[in-house]
């Protein structure tokens, strides 16, 4: 099975440097909604036959150009919801910087718990048994390959690559994933691959191979690979601004 994991379009929230988390009613930017569009032209000539997502506001709205190309109806998971952040929730970014809390996250994700909300480990042990889960489903009922989205939070599918790359939940925030990226992990019986990390332009033609054609991910990865290009973007997850530049409040965001 493989899945596309869809990172939302750049935010309100994004834009005013605040944590938005699951404060309500948080919708895409101009820009954001020309990246939803711009992702549904990408990724409408793929053989995709599922579309999960967070079921806040700015992801119904990245989908919604994709799955109507695609004549499909989305379908909301909770587990793929944004991180619980409590008392962190809707505040700016130049002050949480300064909170102690603030570098566990960068360094001890795996011990972060934010105050009246939840564990980054939890996050991860809902994100990946829901994708997991899904992936079985899917398998089950069609007895093949399926290839399907799940779009949801920079933080949520951080924790779900590191998951898939063996990584430790310390070394998430290492991982990049920007607004309206995807990244492309392929399950099999014996591990996972991750075909696409933070890809926010190049071909995706591969993905559209038969199940058959892809059977030889299993036996290892190829040596190369790619990457999409950078974007101007501000990048939503909590833990990105550990990068030299903590002090910095632009450079992290809901």
């Keep these: 099975m493989t899945v596309i994991l869809l990172r939302h379009g750049v ?16 919708d895409l930017t101009d820009r954001g909604r020309e990246q939803a569009q711009a992702v549904a032209q990408r990724l409408a000539t793929l053989p995709i ?48 910087v300064t909170e102690p809390l603030w570098k566990v996250v960068q360094r001890h994700a795996s011990g972060a718990v934010f105050p009246a909300g939840e564990g980054l480990a939890q996050v991860q042990q809902r994100a990946v048994a829901a994708v997991r889960a899904r992936d079985r489903e899917y398998a089950q009922r069609h007895g093949r390959d399926v290839l399907w989205v799940a779009c949801s939070h920079g933080d949520v599918i951080k924790s779900v690559l590191a998951d898939a790359f063996g990584i430790h939940l310390d070394g998430f925030q290492r991982l990049v994933v920007e607004p309206a990226s995807i990244s492309v992990v392929r399950y099999t019986p014996t591990a996972p691959f991750v075909w696409r990390l933070n890809d926010t332009g190049t071909d995706l033609s591969a993905l559209a191979a038969t199940g058959e054609q892809r059977s030889g991910a299993a036996a290892g990865p190829v040596p190369g690979g790619e990457v999409g290009a950078a974007a101007a973007d501000p990048v939503e997850s909590v833990g990105n601004t550990d990068n030299g530049n903590a002090d910095r409040p632009d450079s992290g965001g809901e």
Excluded: F, M, Q
């Design 11 to 26: 935010s309100t929230s994004n834009t005013a440097r605040t944590l938005a988390g699951r404060s309500p009613g948080v």
């Design 49 to 96: 036959e599922y579309i999960v997502h967070s079921p806040l506001l700015r992801c119904t709205r990245t989908i919604g150009p994709l799955a109507d190309k695609l004549g499909l109806e989305p379908d909301p998971d909770e587990r793929l919801l944004e991180v619980d952040y409590g008392d962190w929730t809707g505040r700016p970014l130049a002050e949480l």
